[in-house]
């Protein structure tokens, strides 16, 4: 009897993880630690590739979060060379809308969020998680964090997130225990924010 096999156009040239549950682990603990020590970075050390305009860290934070049972938006057509990608490596599902997903991706920061799934009173949990793709995370003093997870204060600076993204995000989490997790890649790095987390904008000399 002949074997189904993938249509050969649907099967991405960028390769997943190597040895999946094992890399997938060592992702997973890096994401529990940012979550629970919100504007630390971390750096992802894995050979996986992924398709423009996919960092390998966010690549990698989809592989470890994502399965068949996902419901993912993202802001490219639906028929684009990541979203083939992820079905192929995840199986996940699609959505048209953004308050259906449970994660919404982000390649390039809007200046606001879209309609999300804020979770409820009753069931935080369930709101959507949404990463945000950056061109640079560093520690510079561009935005002041304090909350849970964080002793005094930390200092974090996501490039290329305009401001009005962080007070759409404030009024969000003012509807607490409903809001938004998100977490921050670029390049090999990845950082978070978790809903506990308040966000100060530190002004500089240019404004």
Not at 82 to 102: M, N, P, Q
Not at 162 to 189: C, M, Q, V, Y
Request: contains cysteine; glycine residues 4%; aromatic residues 6%.
């Amino acid at each position: 009897m002949a074997l189904l096999q993938e249509p050969t156009d649907n099967i991405p040239v960028e390769t997943g993880f190597d040895d999946p549950v094992y890399e997938s682990q060592i992702v997973f603990r890096k994401i529990l630690k940012v979550m629970s020590e919100p504007g630390t970075i971390k750096k992802i050390k894995n050979k996986l590739s992924a398709p423009a305009p996919m960092m390998k860290a966010t690549a990698a934070v989809c592989l470890t979060l994502m399965d068949f049972q996902t419901k993912v938006w993202l802001d490219l057509p639906r028929d684009s060379e990541v979203s083939k990608y992820l079905k192929f490596h995840t199986g996940l599902r699609i959505v048209e809308h953004s308050s259906e997903a449970d994660f919404v991706v982000f390649f390039s920061a809007p200046d606001e969020l879209p309609p999300l799934n804020l979770g409820t009173d009753e069931n935080p949990e369930t709101a959507a998680t949404v990463i945000i793709q950056t061109q640079s995370l560093d520690d510079t003093k561009k935005l002041k964090l304090t909350g849970p997870g964080i002793k005094k204060s930390r200092f974090l600076n996501a490039e290329n997130i305009p401001t009005s993204l962080w007070d759409h995000r404030g009024k969000a989490n003012s509807l607490f225990p409903k809001g938004i997790d998100i977490i921050l890649t670029s390049s090999e790095k990845l950082s978070a924010l978790p809903r506990t987390t308040k966000i100060k904008m530190i002004k500089t000399e240019k404004g």
